[in-house]
């Protein structure tokens, strides 16, 4: 097994150096949103009011959050390995065994689907 300068086996998620989860500002949260957006002006695509209603609620969700400055609610990293592991080219599950009908939607400007 090959080590990155870590010392981290680089085909795995390395859970030690970003733990159980993360810290995140409501600021945090719109900048890979905007970078979605696919107009200058975000305002004109997205209501500002939708945008601090979001970054309320994510804080709001967690009862910790005005402990620290700024506040910021934790998130679990979960979602971060998931990421790592359909970058690095694996499935999560496989779709295959199921026989419902399925509707699937998702977004023209998706970051993190690939049409």
């Not at 209501?47 to 309320?56: F, L």
């Not at 080219?89 to 065994?97: E, F, M, S, T, V």
């Amino acid at each position: 097994m090959a080590l990155d300068g870590w010392g981290h086996n680089p085909d795995q998620f390395n859970i030690e150096r970003f733990g159980a989860y993360r810290l995140n500002t409501a600021a945090s949260l719109l900048p890979s949103w905007d970078r979605s957006i696919p107009v200058e002006d975000k305002v004109a695509w997205r209501d500002p009011k939708v945008a601090e209603a979001y970054q309320a609620a994510a804080v709001a969700s967690d009862p910790t959050s005005a402990s620290r400055n700024p506040p910021s609610f934790r998130a679990p990293s979960g979602a971060m390995a998931d990421s790592f592991e359909l970058a690095s080219g694996r499935k999560l599950w496989d779709a295959g065994p199921i026989t419902a009908h399925v509707l699937v939607i998702r977004s023209g400007n998706d970051f993190l689907e690939p049409a």
